[in-house]
């Protein structure tokens, strides 16, 4: 019909989302940049669920993107204490300087 | 109309997704994550998930952005000064990210030729009132744990965050 979006549209976009996502985890050196990174991928896969409910016609999925979200909301402030901790301690943010795990 | 709308927001995603990639420095990062995740809400408006959007808008956009802009602003982190990869992930890199996009834009075409099409008002069950519902009665067993799960973050962040006064 007329005007109307291909379902595999949006799971192209979620796949074009979750890439970029990794690249900038792998890319990116700065830890903050690095965690949103880890926001994108995890954006990109509550795109997947939501998708696939409207497919499957069932509510489950935006279950499970809604504890993706909660999950998602834990971690960053769990995270972002850590990396307030690690500056404080080191006064760096650069992922190559944090190496003291290495030897 | 639906057409109109997904391509002007997924352009805005991937355009937004590109620079925060890309961008030097870590508060224009958050502000373009913040335009991505404005426009996935209004994708998942496009597929009836009037719940999920709003949650979306308030919990991603507005809650966990604001968290990562306070810690950027507190910590007054500069843009990267060097570029500092690994020989291994700059040389391998960029084709091993390709080819997990074509592998998985490849599977999607495979298997999801363009049969099932999206329009709004197709799927009405994300209401606020299913989405409830579904939660509280067939999902209350992860709902619960997920309450835990926060309270031990919550205890978490503070003890993490409380260390450097004493």
Known sequence: ?103 | MELILFLVFAGIAVAAAINVVVQRHPISSAISLIAVMGSLAVLYLLLGAEFIAAAQVIVYAGAIMVLFIFVIMLLNAGGETKPGRSFIASLLGVPVLVALLALLAFFTARIYPRDTEVHFGGFRGGTAQAVGRALFTTYLLPFEITSILILIAIVGAVVLARKELE
């Open chain 1, 1 to 103: 019909m007329m005007g109307h979006v291909p379902l595999s549209w949006f799971l192209m976009l979620s796949a074009v989302l979750f890439s970029l996502g990794v690249a900038g985890f792998i890319f990116r050196r700065n830890i903050i940049t690095m965690f949103m990174s880890i926001e994108l991928i995890l954006n990109a896969v509550n795109l997947t669920f939501i998708t696939f409910a409207y497919q499957r016609q069932q509510v489950a999925g935006h279950l499970f993107a809604f504890f993706v979200m909660v999950v998602a909301a834990a971690e960053a402030a769990v995270g972002l204490a850590i990396i307030l901790t690690v500056f404080k301690n080191r006064e760096t943010l650069n992922i190559d300087d944090l190496d003291s795990m290495k030897n």
